[in-house]
């Protein structure tokens, strides 16, 4: 029996009108039942994801900033930050890149010095608490994560200025306008087992969704792992199952035909 749901919100719960469908909420209700617990694995942060469900924020579990924060009936249960000297050292090749622009990701608000609307119109679609700041390094707050809003391209462009600092952190791709720089041992896949070992839930009795590079990891932990039809094909050799893709309702069908 199932009792962990791990669904990625953007490319997979999300269609790409950035819409949930009508369908999950009564579909919500039925896991609720059945006390199957429904959590959003995401790249997204915490008080963006909570804005999104808002009405049903205490019913589901928040694996937010790419698993670096986690929230479980308005209780923090997991935060890995990465620490000031890290971030200085990150930011300083950050400058040298062109077309890009840096968020502090943070558990009061994220952080940016972007001040050009095109960078400002992408960040606010994930980032509900976005503060613009003169100085990145000058930020007071739990720091969790860097992302890297690059309208080139993040895996053409960003990613090959951090490709080799793999052995000290960890660099993904997140989105083809997206790069995420976290603590080496920072990933979905780490928080998801970090939940399973607390709730006392097994790797057969979970089920995960998504689409994109963050989240590898992730896949690992459930035997129902589910690549997203216009998933990265590296994922869908990673994945168990092939979901219908997020713009057919993928997550709510793979979800009525396995679960309900």
Same mark, same amino acid.
């Given at each position: ?53 808002? &009405? ?168 129902? &792992? ?35």
């Amino acid at each position: 029996m199932i009792k962990l749901i791990v669904a990625d919100m953007d490319g997979t719960l999300l269609n790409d009108k950035n819409e949930i469908n009508e369908e999950f909420w009564e579909i919500h209700k039925k896991l609720k039942e059945k006390g199957v617990i429904f959590a959003v694995g995401s790249g997204r942060q915490y008080h963006n994801l909570k804005k999104r469900f808002f &009405s049903i924020k205490d019913d589901m579990l928040f694996i937010a900033e790419n698993g670096t924060y986690v929230v479980y009936h308005d209780k923090e249960l997991y935060i890995n930050t990465i620490s000031k000297d890290d971030i200085k050292e990150i930011l300083i090749i950050a400058r040298k890149i062109k077309n890009c622009q840096v968020i502090l990701c943070g558990k009061n608000s994220a952080y940016t010095e972007a001040k050009e609307e095109k960078f400002l119109v992408e960040m606010r679609k994930y980032y509900s608490e976005l503060k613009q700041v003169e100085k990145l390094e000058e930020v007071e707050d739990d720091i969790m994560k860097l992302a890297f809003c690059d309208l080139s391209g993040s895996e053409e462009n960003s990613f090959n200025y951090y490709k080799d600092f793999d052995s000290k952190f960890k660099v993904v791709v997140s989105g083809k306008l997206w790069l995420d720089i976290m603590k080496a041992d920072a990933n979905k896949g780490t928080a998801v087992e970090m939940v399973q070992k607390k709730l006392g839930i097994s790797y057969e009795e979970t089920m995960v969704f998504g689409d994109y590079l963050n989240d590898l990891e992730m896949m690992s932990t459930g035997k129902y &792992s589910f690549a997203m039809a216009n998933a990265h094909e590296i994922l869908k050799k990673n994945s168990n199952y092939i979901a219908q893709s997020n713009n057919d309702n993928g997550v709510v069908k793979a979800i009525k035909k396995y679960v309900l």
